[in-house]
């Protein structure tokens, strides 16, 4: 790999490694509903962008219910 080496090592974040330096920053999908709430097809782009190799993800905009 040469000169990127390092991107391909683990990297710990506080009390949490990385398996890699990979990062996807966040970005709109528009695949949440229209009151922002999370839906199979989010989940299924994230998982794919998880098994595509990065180590940390940075999710876009989405709702939480906290009740």
Do not use: C, H, W
């Amino acid at each position: 790999m040469g000169n990127y080496d390092k991107l391909f090592e683990p990297f710990t974040v506080g009390a949490m490694t990385l398996r890699n330096r990979i990062v996807m920053s966040p970005m709109v999908t528009r695949f949440a509903t229209r009151d922002g709430s999370v839906t199979q097809k989010i989940i299924d782009y994230y998982t794919a962008r998880g098994r595509g190799g990065a180590g940390l993800i940075i999710t876009g905009g989405a709702y939480m219910d906290t009740k």
